[in-house]
């Protein structure tokens, strides 16, 4: 284990590439993290990313039966998607990782137009794990309509003939769907101005909402590109530990205030996560 740059609670934040310090870490429960996919964004100093060589440090720190939860999307390179996204997820694969789920990040705010396309408002979240997934904290979610049967729902069985369907019909909740959205944009994918001097943050609630669902209190969580900390953020709140590595030292800087500010919040400390924002996915009250 080598020393962290910075030691905030119980999280671990470390200055430099991810690449030369996952090797010297202990093993962790999941992996939390968005890459600088497609130089979409400018981080500032240049650097070059090797997603097979982080690919294959993750596969080796996480436990069996850990996740990695990788949030990325494509850019639009002479006129086609790059495909980067798919082709990471099927990478993992071939090293020995499943594609547990690919779940969608819906960004709820105004995308950049296109003439030609229609407009684009999500990312990948692709669930990544070692073998089945040991912690599955799946977020349940009221239905609209509970305490009645639908009736006319009925599913196809393998010989044709039809049944009722089994469904979250008559049950005051049900699990969430893989679609999630939220808030972007400035002071609502997090509480403080300063933190939008990251030009890339997952909204708080994303990261809370994956801490919650794929680990357990007092678990560790690593996140290799850390950014502003948001996943750093997420854990302090929900009791897990952290460990962060950003190789710009801006940002790590704002991390490090972050997560130092988070220990000091009042609404810290929760035991469960807000459920996750959906709209219009309410598949009970469709009768
Ligand atoms: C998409 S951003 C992550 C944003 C983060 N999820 C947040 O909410 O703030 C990717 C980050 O990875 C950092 N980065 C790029 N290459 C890195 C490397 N080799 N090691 C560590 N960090 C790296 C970039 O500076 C950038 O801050």
């Given at each position: 284990m080598i020393k962290p740059t910075a030691v905030i609670g119980d999280c671990q934040l470390f200055l430099g590439d991810c690449l030369d310090i996952m090797p010297h870490l202990p093993k962790v429960d999941a992996v939390i993290t968005s890459p600088p996919y497609d130089n979409l964004r400018e981080y500032g100093k240049s650097f070059s990313w090797d997603f097979e060589g982080t690919a294959q440090h993750i596969k080796k720190i996480i436990k069996p039966g850990g996740v990695c939860v990788w949030v990325v999307g494509d850019q639009v390179k002479e006129g086609s998607e790059t495909g980067s996204s798919f082709f990471q997820a099927l990478y993992f694969k071939e090293i020995g990782m499943n594609i547990h789920d690919t779940m969608i990040y819906w960004k709820y705010a105004f995308p950049f137009p296109d003439?030609?396309?229609?407009?684009q408002v999500f990312e990948y979240m692709f669930i990544l794990s070692l073998g089945k997934p040991k912690t599955t904290n799946i977020i349940k979610v009221p239905t609209k309509?509970?305490?009645?049967?639908?009736?006319?729902s009925r599913q196809r069985n393998a010989d044709g003939t039809t049944t009722p369907m089994k469904s979250a019909m008559g049950k005051a909740e049900r699990n969430l769907e893989n679609i999630w959205i939220y808030d972007v944009g400035f002071m609502k994918s997090a509480k403080d101005s300063y933190v939008f001097d990251h030009p890339a943050i997952f909204p708080e609630q994303l990261a809370q909402d994956h801490v919650y669902s794929w680990t357990n209190k007092n678990e560790t969580i690593l996140d290799p590109f850390m950014g502003s900390g948001t996943t750093g953020v997420a854990c302090v709140k929900l009791g897990r530990k952290f460990i962060g590595i950003e190789i710009e030292e801006k940002y790590f800087d704002i991390a490090c205030k972050r997560i130092e500010e988070a220990y000091k919040q009042?609404?810290?400390?929760?035991e469960e996560t807000k459920k996750a924002e959906q709209v219009g996915l309410d598949l009970a009250s469709n009768d």
């Open positions: 003439k030609t396309r229609y407009a309509v509970h305490n009645r049967v639908k009736s006319s009042p609404d810290m400390f929760i």
